[in-house]
């Protein structure tokens, strides 16, 4: 009978905006150039993230560019044509795909939430959990709680953006967001910049 109360609380754990959740990172491996990171049998397999170290001793805010590739599933942040950090990411699976383009970063909220997903509750009792408007339409509830968006960085005004997920995986599979790995969307958002920071994603 206890395990079957802490369901509830399970299930609500585990959702989060564009279907994701909020856990650890795996550890980041060495390597030495970039070059020979990207060259990697495993490139669009590996969770590892390069890390060029005596770069990110330095960084100018002002200057971040953000590369997102949705074949590789992988997002480059570099500065002056050096890479600093080139990391796993997971963007908008199909009908929901991420827009490719270039983006001005324009909003960043560390502790947002989302106004799309989240948990409806109906006299304190959870009723529906999920899309508000999709899967929770039509339900009658008299209190909603958006899903945590840690460390958001929006690219669109429609809500498409960056933001910190335990749900990082190696295809297309959020709502559109661009989902990053918790100790990963931290630093990034602390490199970037709103209203200069451009985020580029492209298919290939």
């Not at 304190?124 to 460390?151: A, E, I, M, N, T």
Request: proline residues 4%; charged residues 20%.
């Amino acid at each position: 009978m206890k395990s079957l109360l802490l369901l509830p609380i399970v299930a609500i754990s585990l959702l989060t905006s564009c279907g994701s959740s909020v856990n650890s990172t795996p550890a980041a491996k060495t390597y030495s150039t970039h070059e020979k990171f990207v060259k990697r049998a495993d490139y669009k397999q590996t969770y590892d993230t390069y890390r060029n170290e005596k770069a990110l001793q330095s960084v100018n805010t002002a200057k971040t560019k953000i590369n997102v590739s949705i074949a590789n599933q992988r997002m480059i942040v570099s500065q002056d044509n050096t890479v600093l950090l080139d990391t796993p990411c997971t963007t908008g699976r199909a009908g929901k795909r991420t827009p490719t383009g270039t983006f001005k970063l324009y909003d960043k909220i560390a502790d947002k939430r989302s106004n799309v997903y989240g948990t409806l509750y109906k006299n304190g009792q959870r009723v529906c959990g999920g899309h508000r408007y999709d899967k929770c339409k039509g339900v009658s509830y008299d209190k909603y709680v958006g899903s945590p968006l840690p460390y958001w960085q929006r690219l669109t005004g429609d809500g498409i953006g960056l933001h910190a997920s335990g749900s990082v995986k190696r295809y297309p599979a959020s709502g559109g967001c661009i989902r990053l790995q918790p100790t990963y969307a931290k630093k990034i958002f602390g490199m970037t910049k709103s209203g200069t920071t451009r985020i580029t994603v492209t298919n290939s």
